[in-house]
Structure formats: structure tokens, C-alpha cells
């Protein structure tokens, strides 16, 4: 947001003294020649006196006082004072913090034109901060700062455009928004507009373009620009290949924090691509993304600790890495390299050491897994963070979910979400749109998304009796995403057991066919009511470790009443009825593939 300042006004001859003393830094004067005109009513004099008090120039900074000036200037319709009073109840200046004053202000500043109040009430209608989230008037509002020449808003507005929240989704009107704000110097833009020469939406496609953008921003500290443009120069995209300075600037990532870089970096210094060979450090930067939940880099972590590369050699942390990064992947080919990875070491190890392995990584992911701590990009705004800014992704795997409220809220587990830089939903073989995740629970392995869209339909939680082992059940999901149907599969079955794995009692087991692909994905009822949420099938490979059988049809769900409480701990309360009639396995399928949602998860 903007500091406190003098703004641009129509100066009364005798205020026009005080204001030359304030241009030329005799701040005393100009607070002397003004008080007595403040005190007479005159609105610039009294904004003029609240600048010098809120900033403390040539008297003693006096926060409180400064907010009465600015009340009296603002009240007699002073839009600069309006804009610095709505400042000081926004963060809590001289005055306590009150954000639905805050707004009151910054709506009578911004229409009365001030650019800086329509950026920052634009804000809080877009996160929903002390006035209900409203992304039209989002969009409105940062229209309104961005014809104006606000940076920030025109970068903002850009990405609602791209992302079709609170406007209709444009790539070409978001490109022309990022280029507008990117031709300012701002970083963030120069970042998004190399993102769309990058993939070629919005624009021609341009490797050259893009790897300028990044570069642009990259320079500026960006830590995503610094990775993108690292990716092209380790590619040779739109650049000259060149490992060596592509090294220098996932490094200046890595160093920020971009756990995607960490592990780029160390690959390059595992393998003394274009870099000193550094197999040592190589293992401190893959530690450093797999604490974040990169698993990319638990795997690369893994092999150091198998072949003693770096690091001593460790079967048992090996083992414990490539268990921690199968539970923190969604179903696809990754996975199931890592699951044949894992059962290869397996042979290479006692049964007790491969007990000791586990055992490190359910402590590890009950305490310090994907989704326990994710942390936040910076804000560029008063107390919330702007609307996520796309970047270089690719699809890495799938899972399911469904629609609890007709506001858009989707309920899928967490695992299918963790460390996803972006989350795609498709309804049958229709996009319908983006999400983020609102809120986990890492220890039930749940988690709650907000899409972009209106669903069709929403699902209904069974209330009263408890569904029973021997109830019959039908799973709704997308399994094998690009091998099964694009629709939604519908499976049958009954419920096993009360009980999951080792006795845990939030979880069904069910004989219904899972497959990956399927986690996320509603369990109903023969009413077609929610009874669970399909997590997981019990991994044969493993099993195969510990007891030299194969199980069949063992899956698990978690059970509705837990992922009640987690919605109702979040203020969400979803529809629940009663199960009288009982509707045949096809038409519960069919009621369910309208509310049932295809998770991406793009990294």
C-alpha cells in the first residue's frame, strides 16, 4: 500500500505558503501555517497537519492526532485524507485496527478517483478482508486503478483475466494487462508475461520473449523468474544452452527458498553438469526441497543414500525417502517407478530394517509432511496475498474430489493436493477451472479446495445410522487418467470392515476397485448420499514385502463423519439427509459424475 503523503490538491492562497515550506523540507513552518487554518475548518490544512503528525516531520510523531486531522479533512469529502485514514485503520496506526472502516474509506477515496485506494479496496473485495469477498468488484476496482497507470492493479487484473475470477477469462486481455505492468518494471508482470510467451497463450508463443521476461524479473529478485529462466538455459529454450549460468540462477532461487530449484540445482552438482561435480552438496540442496515436499527430490535423496553418494551409505533413510515421497504423490508413472524403487531396496534389506524405515516416515509425515506448514507467497497487499500467478508447470498427477457447497468448495484428500504449484478441475471431459486449497488435514488426509466455478450439483451427506460392513457402496472417481474414460468411472462394492489399516478407526475398509487415480473421490451410499471419501488402496507391493501374498480388493475410505468434522472445523456446512430410498448402483452414478471433479495437480 502506499505511505502517507501529500497529495495533489487546488491550494488556497495562504495554504500554498505552508505548502512551499513542506517542498523545500522546513516542515516546522509549514505545520505552523497550516494549524491555524486546520483549526478554522480548512480540509487541505487539515490533511496537511495529519501528514506531518503521521510522519513525524519537524514535530513529534503523533499517530493518534494525525487520525483526528485526517477524520476532519476526510469527512468534509478530502479524498487524500480519506485515503491515509483508511491506511491507519487498515494496519492499526495511531488507531485500532478496524477493516471495515478501513474499506468505508478507501471506497469513498476511490470513487472520488484516488488510485491508490481503488488498488486497496480491490484488494480486500478480492481475499474478503473486513467486507464480504466479492470478485467483481475485484475486477472493477482494479480496472479502475489500472487505466490509471497502478502497476500492481493492472498486473492484478491480469491475473483475473487468466484465471476467468470475477471476468470472464481472456488471455489476451490478461496479456495485455501483464504487458502494461511489466513495461513499468514491475516484477511480478515481467514474470506472468514470460509465462505467456512460455506457453503461448494470450500471445504468439516465444521462447525468446519469454526467457526476456524472466530474465527481467529474475534480475529483480523474482524467485520463479529465476527458475523459469534457469529451466530455458538449462534446456537451451528461447537461450543457448548454458548448465553454468543456468546453475547461478536456480542457486539464486534455491536460495529464496524454491524447493523445485533446490533439487534442480542438485542435479546439476550431482552430476557436475556445467558445475564442479559437488555430490555432497548436491545431497544438502535435495534435503533442503524434500523438507518441503518436493518428491522429485526425495527420490534424488534417496539414490544418495542407497549408493552412499555424498552422504554414508543409509538403506534405511533411503527406504524412509522413497516410502515419505509415494505417500506425498498422486497416482501416475512417477509413483510407480518410485513403488518398484522402493521394492527393489526392499530385497537389499532385513525385514527389521524396512520396519525401522517406516516407521521413520510415518513420523515424519504426521509431523513435518506435505501440507502441515505450506507456506505462503508475499503479499502485495495490506494483510493478504494477491491471487496466485501462474507459472512453468506440468501435469504430474490426478486424483478426485467433489462439490460440497454450491459456492464451490471441493472435499478430496490431501495427498492429491500436496506440493501442487497449480490445481486444475475437469468435469468429465469439460474444464472447469482453477482451485486452491483453503484448508488440510494432513493427519486424516483431507483437504478442502475453493474453485473458480458454480457446480452443477452438489453432494448429499447420509444422516443417521452409520452405514454397516455388509452395506453395499459405489466409488465415484477418475482412475487412470488418460488410459480409462474421460468420464467419471462408477465402481461397486460393499463395505468390509468398520476399520482401516491396523484398527484405525476413521477409515472404511471396501471392496469396491480402486485404482490410482481414484483418492479424493466420493463413497455413497445406495441412496447416493456421502458415507466416506475413497484415500487409498492397500499397496501390494508392500505387502508382498511383509507377507509374500497379494491382497485383493482391499481399499479404504475415509469415513463421512470425519470429513464432517473437518468440514464444520473449517465453517463449512454441507447438505445431509436421510437414507429412505434406495436407487440403483447406474443412477447413483449418474447423480454423482455431476458433482464428481477430476483434480490436476501441476507442478
Known sequence: MATCALGTLAWAASYQDGFAAYERGD??????????????????????VGVILDNGQGVTENDTEAAKWYRLAAERGNSDAQFNLALLYDSGKGIEVNK????????????????????NIALMYENGDGIDR?????????????????????NNLGVLYDKGVGVTENKVEAARWY???????????????????????????????????????????????????????????????????????????????????QNNLGVLLESGDGVARAPSEAGYWYEKAALQGNTSAMRNLAALFRDGQGVPQDLIEAYKWLSIAIDSMGSGPDREATLEDRSDLGERMERTEVREAR?????????????????????????APPPPDRSRTELDSTGSGFFVTAGGLVLTNQHVVAACSELKLR??????????????????????????????????????????PGDDVV???????????SEANVATGTISANAGLRDDPNYFQVSAPVQPGNSGGPLLDRSGHVVGIVSAKLDALEVVDAYGDIPQNVNFAIKGDVALSFLNTNQVTPIAAPSETVLAAADVGEQAQRFTVLVECWK
Open 27 to 48: 516542515y516546522r513552518q509549514a505545520y505552523d501555517i497550516w494549524l491555524p487554518l486546520a483549526d478554522g475548518g480548512d480540509s487541505d490544512a487539515q490533511f496537511g
Open 100 to 119: 471495515t472502516e478501513a474499506a468505508y474509506w478507501y471506497r469513498k477515496a476511490a470513487t472520488s478517483g484516488h488510485v491508490g485506494a481503488q488498488y
Open 134 to 154: 466479492d470478485p467483481v468488484q475485484a475486477a472493477f476496482w482494479y480496472q479502475k486503478a489500472a487505466e490509471q497507470g497502478h502497476a500492481k492493479a493492472q
Open 179 to 261: 504487458a502494461a505492468a511489466a513495461a513499468q518494471g514491475f516484477a511480478r508482470a515481467e514474470f506472468n508475461l514470460g509465462v505467456m510467451y512460455d506457453f503461448g497463450t494470450g500471445v504468439p508463443l516465444d521462447d525468446t520473449k519469454a526467457a526476456y521476461w524472466y530474465r527481467k524479473a529474475a534480475e529483480q529478485g523474482d524467485a520463479e523468474a529465476q527458475f523459469n529462466l534457469a529451466l530455458m538455459l538449462d534446456a537451451g529454450e528461447g537461450v543457448t544452452i548454458d548448465k553454468a549460468e543456468a546453475s547461478v540462477w536456480y542457486r539464486k532461487a534455491a536460495e529464496q527458498g524454491n524447493a523445485a530449484a
Open 359 to 383: 516407521r521413520r516416515a510415518d513420523d515424519w509425515l504426521k509431523n513435518s509432511g506435505p501440507g502441515s506448514a505450506v507456506p505462503r507467497v508475499a503479499s502485495t497487499g495490506p494483510t
Open 427 to 468: 468435469l468429465g471431459r469439460e474444464r472447469v477451472g482453477t482451485a486452491t486449497v483453503v484448508a488440510t488435514d494432513p493427519s486424516h488426509d483431507l483437504a478442502l479446495l475453493r474453485s473458480s466455478t458454480v457446480p452443477p450439483a452438489v453432494a448429499n451427506f447420509r444422516m443417521g445410522r452409520p452405514p454397516r
Open 475 to 485: 466409488a465415484i472417481g477418475y482412475p487412470l487418467r488418460g488410459l480409462l474414460s
